[in-house]
C-alpha cells in the first residue's frame, strides 16, 4: 500500500488525476482505489463510483494489457470502420466491448478521436494509430504481441496544414516567435488590453461567438478571487481536429493567449482542460509550458510584469463529450461528473471552483494572442467587412485534401469545397452533428455569423453515403454522450434511435417522419443544455432538404388502419426455441 | 426587504416579490405549473424533469428555475406548451417501466400525478422496456430501478449525519442510473431512510415493510385534483351519428386478464340501457366465436403476445369502424409486458423447463401446429393497428368505458373526472 498512498487525492479537484494514476498502474480502477479515493476525501463510495462511470475511458474491469479504442465516428464509418473492426476482433480474439481470453488486448470503441483526416484511427494506451486498414492491423497487433511499446510504434500525426489566407490575412498559421506577443503587454493596462481585444471584435470559436473582449470584461469586474483562466482543449465535436493541429503547431501561442487573458481579468492562474484522446499531444504541451517558465513567460513577474505572477496547468479529461460545454467542463475540473450545469450563473462570476472564470477554447487564446501581437486594426482587415478574422476549418470525409484550412470569415461553401478538391459532394455536415446539414443548393452560402456560423468541423459526403446510416449514427452518438440528467435529451434520443431504426428496417410510414419533426422540437424546446437541443437539428434539417430521399425510404401503398409488422421477425426466437 | 413587483401570467397580473420561485407563486395564486423535480427546499432548483416548461418572457424554459422579476411574462397555458409537457411524462412513462397496479407508490406518485392532471392516456413514444434490475442489496431499502425517473432529489437531499451522499447518478446517456451506496444507507436512522422514501417522487425508492400505501381512495392523488378547477378530458373525437339505428359492438381480450371486461360489466344498470341500444357481435360476453357483420365500435381488452392475437387484432381493425383500446394492458403491454425486458427464451426456459414444480427434462415447451405462437415481446395495439381511442387504467373504471362508448356511438359530449381517469 505504501505506494499507492501516494496516488491518493489530498484536493476533490485531483479526483481525475488519481483516478488517472491508479487505472494507468493497475490498467484498471480496483476497488480497493475507490476505497482509498473515498476515504482520502471524506466521499462515499457511490459518489466515486459515479464521477469515474461518467468517463468512458475509466475502467472498473481489466481493459487489457493493450486497450485499443476504435474511433466509430460517421468519418470513421465511411472510411472503413467496418473491416477495421472485424481485423481488430480477428487478429486479437477479443470482441469489441471485452478482452481477449488472455486478457491481453481490450476493444473498445469510442466516440471521435480528432484525427478525421486519417481515418479510420485508433489510440492503442492513448498513442494514435491512423489511416487503418486490414493488413496494417495485422502488422500492428503482430508487433504488440511480439512485446513492441505503442509509444514506439504508433503513427507521427502530420498536421495536414493546406491552406492559410495570403500574407498579410492569416492570423493562426504565420511564422510564430514565443513571447512575441507578450512582450507588447507591458504597454497596455487591463482596461486597455480588453478595449484592444474588442476591438479586433475576437469572439468565441467554438461556436457561440460570445465577444472575448466583453467575457473578459465580465470576469474583470468580479470582486471575488482568485480568479482563473480556463482553456477549453476538448474539442469533440465529431469532425473536428483544429484544435489538435493548433496546439501541435502552435502550443505557445495557446499558451500566451491564456497569460494576456490572466493579466487582463487579474488571475494568476490558468488550466488546459484536455481531453484524453488528445494524450499524446500532452508532452509537447508540458514541454512549451517548461520552455514558457525558464524564458519567464510563466512563473513570477511574467514578461517582466512586476506583481503580475502566472501559472498553467493541465487537467485531463477522461472521455466524455459533453465536457466540451463549458460548465460541465468546469465540474469536470473540479472532480465531479461533467453533468453541465444550470443557467444560474455565467462562468464569469462564478465558474472553476465557484469563482470567476474565463473559459475559452484553444483557437480563441490563439486569436487573442495575435491581436496583441499584430492589433487590432490588423484583425480588421481580414474576413469579411461585418465579421472580421479567419477561421481554421477542419475539413475531412469525401475529399481529396483533407486537413486543417484557415480560411476567412465570408468564404463560401463552394470556395472551400474547391480548395480541398471535393469532386463529388452530395451534401455537407457543418458545426459537426449538432450543427446544420447543407445540401449542393446552398454552397453560396458564406461561412460566418449571421450566414453559416461554423465551430470548424466540415464534413463533406458524397452520393454514395447514406442519409440514414449518417443520421443513425449521429444519433447513437447523441445517445452515449448526453449527460442522462434531464428528461427529453436522455430519453428523446433513445426513442429518435428507435424510430430511426424502424424507418431502416422499411416499416415506415410518413407520419413518422412528422413525429421526428414534433418530437425533435420538444427536445429542442425543453432540453436543459445545448446537446439535447441541438441533437436533432441536423435530422429536422436532413428532413426538410432531402425529401425525396426520406420519401423513397416509404411506400405509400401500404398506408391503412393495419401497420406494418414483420410476425416472421417476431416470432423468429420462438422457433428456435421450440425447435 | 423585498421588491414589490408585478408579473403576468396568461395575461392574468400578479404582485408578488421579487426573486422568488415562479412555480411557488403561481401556485399561491391558484395557477397549476406542472413540476416533478421540484422541491421547495433544494436551492438552486434541479431543473432535470423539464416538466415545468413554460414560456418564460418569449422564450421557453423550465418555470421552476426561473425567479420572478418586474414585468415577467409568462405563458403556461398554450396549446403548444401543454402538449410538450404532456410529451415529457410521456417519455418518463416511456422510458422508465412503470407498471402502476403493481407499484407500491400507486396513488401517492408525483409521475403518475402528473399523468392524471395532464390526461396522458396513452404515450406517443414507443416504449422502450429497457432491462433494469432491482436493488435489494440495502439494507432497509429497495431500489426500484424501473421507477427512476432521475429528478435528482435523492442525491442532492439524503445525506448521512456526516454529510456524505448515499445517492448518486452513475453512468451517463440513458444509461444513467440512481446508485446507492450500501454503507452509507445502513448509517441512516428509521426516520432518514423514511424521508428518503418520501423524497422520491416515484416507487424507485422504498423502506422495506413501509412501503405499502394507504388503501385505495385515501392516497394523496386518488380523488382530487390540485388544480382550482379540475381538470376534464374531452373526447377528442366523435365518429358516431345520431341516427337511431342499432349499433354494434365487438369486444376482445387478448393478452389481458379479462379485468377489463369485469369492468365493461360494471356499468351495473347501465348495461341494461346498453342492450337495448346495442348488439353485441363476437364479444366473450356473449361466447360469440365469429363476427357476423361489420360492426361500429371494437374494444379492445390487453396487447399482442402471440401471432393469434395479431391475427384477431388485424381481423377487429377491419370489420371495426372504430377500434378502442380499453385498459393498460392493450394501450401499452401493461402488466404482460413486464416479460419485455428478458429474453423470450429466458421467460421460456423459467417458465416451462426450471420452475419450481418442473422435474428435469420432463417439460418441454409447448408448441405444436394448433398452438400460436410466442412473440418476442407483448406488443401494444397501436403497434399493430391504428386505434381511435384509448381508456386508461388497470382496469378502467366502469364509468369511464360507460362515457366513452356512449360518446362514440352517438357523439354526445362527455368529460371524464379526474376521480375516473386511473392507471392502476
Ligand atoms: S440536454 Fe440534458 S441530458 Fe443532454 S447533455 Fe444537456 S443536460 Fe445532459
Ligand atoms: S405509481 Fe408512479 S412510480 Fe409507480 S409505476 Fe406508476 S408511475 Fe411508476
Ligand atoms: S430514486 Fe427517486 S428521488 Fe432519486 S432520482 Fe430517482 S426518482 Fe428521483
Ligand atoms: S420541475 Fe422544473 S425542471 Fe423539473
Request: charged letters at 25%; hydrophobic letters at 35%.
Amino acid at each position: 500500500m505504501g505506494t499507492e498512498n501516494n496516488l491518493q487525492p489530498k484536493k476533490r479537484t485531483e479526483l481525475l488525476n488519481c483516478l488517472w494514476a491508479f487505472q494507468n498502474q493497475h490498467g484498471y480502477i480496483r476497488d480497493e482505489d475507490v476505497a482509498a479515493c473515498s476515504q482520502a476525501l471524506g466521499m462515499s463510495q457511490v459518489e466515486i463510483e459515479g464521477v469515474l462511470s461518467f468517463y468512458h475511458f475509466f475502467h472498473r474491469q481489466p481493459a487489457g494489457q493493450f486497450t485499443i479504442y476504435l474511433n466509430n465516428s460517421i468519418i470513421s464509418e465511411c472510411k472503413g470502420f467496418e473491416r477495421v473492426k472485424e481485423a481488430f476482433e480477428k487478429e486479437t480474439g477479443a470482441t469489441f466491448g471485452g478482452l481477449d481470453p488472455s486478457r491481453q488486448f481490450g476493444l473498445f470503441e469510442t466516440a471521435c478521436i480528432g484525427l478525421s483526416d486519417q481515418e479510420p484511427a485508433c489510440l492503442i494506451n492513448f498513442y494514435p494509430f491512423t489511416n487503418l486498414n486490414t493488413l496494417k492491423v495485422k502488422s500492428i497487433i503482430a508487433q504488440l504481441k511480439q512485446g513492441a511499446d505503442p509509444a514506439d510504434i504508433c503513427d507521427e500525426v502530420p498536421d495536414n496544414l493546406r491552406h492559410v489566407p495570403q500574407a498579410d490575412k492569416a492570423i493562426y498559421f504565420r511564422p510564430y516567435h514565443p513571447g512575441a506577443a507578450l512582450q507588447k503587454l507591458k504597454d497596455f493596462s487591463p482596461e486597455s488590453l480588453i478595449e484592444e481585444i474588442t476591438r479586433s471584435k475576437i469572439s468565441g470559436m467554438g461556436g457561440a461567438f460570445y465577444p472575448t473582449g466583453k467575457k473578459w470584461e465580465l470576469c474583470r469586474q468580479q470582486p471575488a478571487s482568485p480568479k482563473y483562466i480556463a482553456c477549453n482543449a476538448d474539442e469533440g465535436e465529431p469532425g473536428t481536429f483544429k484544435d489538435r493541429v493548433i496546439m501541435n503547431a502552435l502550443p505557445g501561442l495557446m499558451l500566451e493567449g491564456m497569460i494576456i487573458a490572466g493579466y487582463a481579468v487579474g488571475s494568476a492562474h490558468g488550466i488546459i482542460y484536455l481531453r484524453a484522446e488528445y494524450t499524446w499531444l500532452k508532452p509537447k504541451l508540458d514541454m512549451a509550458i517548461d520552455q514558457f517558465y525558464r524564458m519567464n513567460l510563466l512563473g513570477k513577474n511574467v514578461a517582466g510584469i512586476n506583481g503580475f505572477d502566472f501559472d498553467i496547468h493541465i487537467q485531463l479529461g477522461a472521455g466524455s463529450y459533453v465536457c466540451g460545454q463549458e460548465t460541465a467542463m468546469l465540474n469536470s475540473m473540479e472532480g465531479k461528473r461533467g453533468e453541465p450545469r444550470t443557467r444560474q450563473f455565467f462562468p464569469t462570476e462564478k465558474g472553476y471552483l465557484g469563482l470567476p472564470t474565463v473559459v475559452n477554447n484553444v483557437e480563441t487564446f490563439c486569436a487573442a494572442a495575435r491581436a496583441l501581437e499584430l492589433g487590432a486594426d490588423y484583425f480588421l482587415n481580414t474576413g469579411h467587412p461585418d465579421f472580421p478574422g479567419t477561421k481554421v476549418l477542419s475539413i475531412s470525409g469525401d475529399c481529396r485534401l483533407p486537413g486543417i484550412y484557415e480560411i476567412e470569415w465570408g468564404t463560401s461553401v463552394k470556395e472551400v469545397l474547391e480548395l480541398c478538391q471535393a469532386d463529388d459532394p452530395h451534401f455537407i455536415q457543418l458545426s459537426g452533428p449538432s450543427g446544420e446539414c447543407i445540401s449542393m443548393k446552398e454552397i453560396d452560402r458564406k461561412i460566418m455569423k449571421g450566414d453559416l456560423p461554423c465551430g470548424g468541423s466540415f464534413m463533406i459526403f458524397n452520393k454514395h453515403r447514406d442519409l440514414l446510416d449518417i443520421m443513425m449514427n449521429f444519433t447513437e452518438f447523441f445517445k452515449s454522450e448526453s449527460c442522462g440528467v434531464c428528461t427529453p435529451c436522455r430519453a428523446g434520443n433513445f426513442i429518435v434511435q428507435r424510430k430511426l431504426e424502424k424507418i431502416a428496417k422499411g416499416l415506415a410510414y410518413t407520419t413518422d417522419f412528422d413525429d421526428l419533426r414534433e418530437w425533435g422540437k420538444i427536445m429542442r424546446m425543453t432540453s436543459r443544455c445545448g446537446l439535447g437541443k441541438a441533437a436533432t437539428q441536423s435530422l429536422l434539417m436532413a428532413l426538410d432538404k432531402f425529401p425525396d430521399y426520406f420519401n423513397s425510404k416509404v411506400d405509400n401503398q401500404k398506408e391503412g388502419l393495419n401497420k406494418e409488422f414483420d410476425l416472421d421477425r417476431a416470432v423468429a426466437e420462438y422457433e428456435r426455441f421450440t425447435n | 426587504m423585498t421588491k414589490k413587483i408585478t408579473i403576468t401570467i396568461d395575461g392574468q397580473k400578479i404582485e408578488t416579490e421579487e426573486g422568488r420561485n415562479l412555480v411557488t407563486v403561481a401556485q399561491e395564486k391558484g395557477i397549476f405549473i406542472p413540476s416533478l423535480c421540484y422541491y421547495e427546499h433544494i436551492d438552486p432548483p434541479l431543473g432535470t424533469c423539464r416538466v415545468c416548461t413554460c414560456n418564460i418572457n418569449g422564450r421557453p424554459g423550465p418555470a421552476c428555475m426561473a425567479k420572478t422579476a418586474e414585468g415577467m411574462e409568462v405563458e403556461v397555458y398554450k396549446p403548444e406548451l401543454e402538449n410538450t409537457r404532456k410529451a415529457i411524462v410521456e417519455m418518463m412513462f416511456s422510458e422508465g417501466n412503470h407498471f402502476c397496479p403493481a407499484c407500491e407508490k400507486s396513488g401517492n406518485c408525483d409521475l403518475q400525478h402528473m399523468g392524471y392532471e395532464m390526461g396522458v392516456a396513452h404515450s406517443r413514444f414507443p416504449h422502450l422496456f429497457k432491462d433494469r434490475l432491482i436493488d435489494f442489496n440495502p439494507k432497509r431499502m429497495v431500489i426500484e430501478h424501473n421507477r427512476c425517473v432521475k429528478c435528482r432529489r435523492c442525491v442532492e437531499e439524503v445525506l448521512t449525519d456526516d454529510k456524505k451522499q448515499v445517492f448518486s447518478f452513475q453512468n451517463r446517456g440513458n444509461e444513467t442510473v440512481v446508485g446507492i451506496d450500501y454503507v452509507q444507507e445502513a448509517k441512516l436512522s428509521e426516520a432518514q431512510a423514511l424521508a428518503a422514501m418520501n423524497i422520491c417522487p416515484t416507487g424507485a425508492i422504498l423502506v422495506r415493510g413501509k412501503s405499502m400505501a394507504k388503501p385505495f381512495g385515501d392516497r394523496r392523488f386518488d380523488m382530487t385534483s390540485v388544480r382550482k378547477e379540475e381538470p376534464k378530458i374531452f373526447a377528442q373525437m366523435t365518429k358516431g351519428n345520431d341516427s337511431f339505428e342499432k349499433k354494434t359492438i365487438a369486444t376482445i381480450s387478448l393478452a389481458g386478464c379479462f379485468g377489463c371486461h369485469m369492468s365493461m360489466l360494471d356499468i351495473d344498470l347501465g348495461l341494461l340501457d346498453l342492450i337495448e341500444l346495442v348488439d353485441f357481435d363476437k364479444s366473450p360476453l356473449n361466447d360469440i366465436k365469429e363476427f357476423s357483420k361489420n360492426c361500429d365500435i371494437g374494444l379492445i381488452e390487453g396487447g399482442c403476445c402471440n401471432s393469434e392475437n395479431i391475427e384477431v387484432l388485424r381481423e377487429f381493425r377491419k370489420k371495426c369502424d372504430l377500434l378502442v383500446t380499453v385498459g393498460e394492458c392493450a394501450i401499452w403491454g401493461g402488466l404482460p409486458a413486464m416479460r419485455n425486458t428478458i429474453p423470450l427464451g429466458e421467460c421460456l426456459e423459467e417458465a416451462y423447463l426450471n420452475c419450481l414444480t418442473c422435474e428435469t427434462g420432463e417439460y418441454i415447451i409447448p408448441h405444436g401446429e394448433e398452438l400460436p405462437k410466442i412473440l418476442d415481446k407483448v406488443y401494444a395495439c397501436n403497434e399493430i393497428v391504428e386505434i381511435d381511442y384509448h381508456i386508461p387504467g388497470c382496469p378502467p373504471t366502469a364509468n369511464h368505458i360507460w362515457k366513452a362508448v356512449k360518446n362514440l356511438l352517438w357523439g354526445e359530449q362527455f368529460s371524464i373526472l379526474y376521480s375516473e381517469f386511473k392507471y392502476d
